[in-house]
Nanobody, 124 residues
Framework: QVQLVESGGGLVQAGGSLRLSCVAS????????MGWFRQAPGKERRLVAA????????YYADSVKGRFTISRDDAKNTVYLQMNSVEPEDTAVYCC?????????????????WGQGTQVTVSS
């Protein structure tokens, strides 16, 4: 019943920009923390960015800090990942994920729902 659908992936040149979107449906509560993960072939899945249900707290992996921005629009049930100054190392399948918010901020903790992913390929 819960679905997370990503979009916005594609081919982009190094230094360019891309915005990923994740539309959520079926979530019975607005108090969900959201995260963006990525996984490249031969590499482990990594958390790229996360945002608290309130939007007041965020997390970024060091590799993307200063280049990527996570945001959310609860009225549209959508979370975004704005990717600027992309690098070939950013090439990966990007998935969004959701979890019911806890009383604390634990962006690395287990997520309950996952999207199918969208491919981002950065050419040099």
């Amino acid at each position: 019943q819960v679905q997370l659908v990503e979009s916005g992936g594609g081919l982009v040149q190094a230094g360019g920009s891309l915005r990923l979107s994740c539309v959520a449906s079926g979530l019975t509560s607005s108090r969900y923390d959201m995260g963006w993960f990525r996984q490249a072939p031969g590499k482990e899945r990594r958390l790229v960015a996360a945002i608290r249900w309130s939007g007041g707290r965020t997390y970024y992996a060091d590799s993307v800090k200063g280049r990527f921005t996570i945001s959310r629009d609860d009225a549209k049930n959508t979370v975004y990942l704005q990717m600027n100054s992309v690098e070939p190392e950013d090439t990966a399948v990007y998935c969004c994920a959701a979890k019911l918010s806890s009383s604390g901020w634990y962006p690395f903790n287990s997520y309950d729902y996952w999207g199918q992913g969208t491919q981002v390929t950065v050419s040099s």
